[in-house]
C-alpha cells in the first residue's frame, strides 16, 4: 500500500535546501525549527494538495475550523521533515542518486507499472512531479536513518547455536493447559492439538514458532524452553499472555533451516531498526527548537503537533447520554 503522506500529503514544498522551491508569493514565515524558516507559501502549496484528501470532508466543524485543521497537518508535515533533516544531518546521513533509486524501486510497484506510472497516477491527484522527488527524497533520509540505527544483522551460524526450536500452544487458564499436556502425553499429535485449542497466532501452523533466538521473548517463556532438553514438553507456563504448553524441538541440520533463520533475524533487525528510528525521531521532536506564527495555532510540545486556535472537537457518539459523560474518565490514557 503507497504511504499515506505520498498519496495525499506530500510534502509539497519539501526541499532539501531550505524550502527555496516553493511556488507561493508569501513572503512570511510560518514557523522555524531549529533556526531553519519553514514559509508561510510551503503551508499554503502544501495544504492545497492535502485538502483533497476526503478525510476532511468528515469532519465536523465549519469552513474555517477544517481549513485551521488543514493548515496545521500541513505544518506539522514541514515540521517533521525539518527536524528529520535536521536528524539526518547529526548522523552524518547524506542522500545519494543510489539512495533515491532504490526508494523509487520499492514504491513504484504499489502503482502497478514502471515509474512513469507512478508520476502520472500522482500527477491525477494533484502532485507535480518535482513535488513527488521530494517526497520519494524525504523517503530516502527516513531509509537512510533507520538504516543507520539498524543492528548489524547477526551471523546465521552463531543464531543456529544460540538458537532454539520450539512450538507451543497457548491457552488462558492453566486447566485448559494441563488439558492440552494430558492430551498430547496420551498420543495425540501436537500439532493438531495446537490447532484446535491455541489462542496464539502460530496455532494454524501447529504452534511451531520456528527457532527461538535468547532475547526475544518474555523471560518466563524463554526460561523454560531453555531450560529444556530436546524433545521435552513442559508446562503449563504462565506469562502475561496466559498459560503455555512448550515443546523443545530437536535441532535440525543448518543448511536445512538456514534460510528460515535468514528470514527471522532481517525481520527482527527491521523490527529493530524501525523501533530505534521512533525513539530518534521522537527525541529530535522533543529536542527541537521550534516557533510558530500563531496564525496557525500553537506548538504543544508533549504532542509534537501544532494546535489550531480553534480546534475541532471530536464528535461523540449519537446514543452517548449525560449518564454516559458522567461515568467516562477523561483523563485514563493521558499519561502514556
Not at 95 to 119: H, S
Not at 247 to 268: G, H, M, N
Amino acid at each position: 500500500m503507497l504511504p499515506k503522506r505520498l498519496a495525499h500529503t506530500a510534502l509539497a514544498c519539501v526541499p532539501l535546501l531550505v524550502f527555496a522551491a516553493c511556488s507561493g508569493d508569501d513572503p512570511s514565515t510560518a514557523a522555524t525549527v531549529n533556526g531553519t524558516e519553514i514559509p508561510a507559501s510551503a503551508v499554503a502549496d502544501l495544504a492545497a494538495v492535502i485538502a483533497e484528501d476526503p478525510q476532511y470532508d468528515e469532519l465536523d466543524g465549519d469552513d474555517d475550523q477544517i481549513q485551521q485543521q488543514i493548515n496545521a497537518d500541513a505544518l506539522n508535515q514541514l515540521i517533521f521533515a525539518a527536524v528529520l533533516q535536521d536528524g539526518a544531518a547529526e548522523l552524518d546521513i547524506e542522500i545519494t542518486d543510489e539512495d533515491i533509486a532504490d526508494t523509487i524501486a520499492e514504491v513504484v510497484p504499489q502503482f502497478g507499472g514502471d515509474e512513469e506510472d507512478m508520476y502520472e497516477q500522482l500527477e491525477e491527484q494533484g502532485l507535480a512531479r518535482d513535488e513527488v522527488d521530494r517526497q520519494l527524497e524525504l523517503f530516502a533520509i527516513e531509509n537512510a536513518v533507520t538504516s543507520e540505527l539498524s543492528p548489524e544483522i547477526s551471523d546465521i551460524a552463531t543464531a543456529y547455536e544460540d538458537g532454539v526450536p520450539a512450538r507451543h500452544i497457548l491457552v488462558a487458564d492453566t486447566d485448559a493447559a494441563t488439558e492440552a499436556m494430558n492430551r498430547i502425553g496420551g498420543g495425540e499429535d501436537f500439532a493438531e492439538v495446537a490447532a484446535e485449542t491455541s489462542t496464539d497466532g502460530s496455532a494454524a501452523q501447529g504452534g511451531d514458532l520456528g527457532f527461538i533466538q535468547p532475547g526475544t521473548t518474555v523471560p518466563e517463556f524463554e526460561d523454560a524452553l531453555f531450560g529444556a532438553d530436546e524433545g521435552e514438553l513442559v508446562g503449563p507456563i504462565e506469562s502475561d499472555f496466559g498459560f503455555h504448553v512448550i515443546e523443545r524441538l530437536e535441532k535440525p541440520a543448518l543448511e536445512d533451516v538456514q534460510d528460515e533463520i535468514r528470514t527471522s533475524l532481517e525481520q527482527a533487525t527491521a523490527q529493530e531498526g524501525q523501533a530505534a528510528y521512533q525513539e530518534f525521531i521522537t527525541g529530535q521532536m522533543q529536542e527541537a527548537e521550534i516557533e510558530i506564527d500563531p496564525e496557525f495555532g500553537e506548538w504543544d510540545a508533549e504532542i509534537g503537533q501544532v494546535v489550531p486556535d480553534d480546534p475541532i472537537e471530536p464528535e461523540l457518539p449519537d446514543d452517548l447520554d449525560d449518564a454516559d459523560l458522567d461515568d467516562l474518565d477523561l483523563d485514563e490514557g493521558t499519561d502514556e
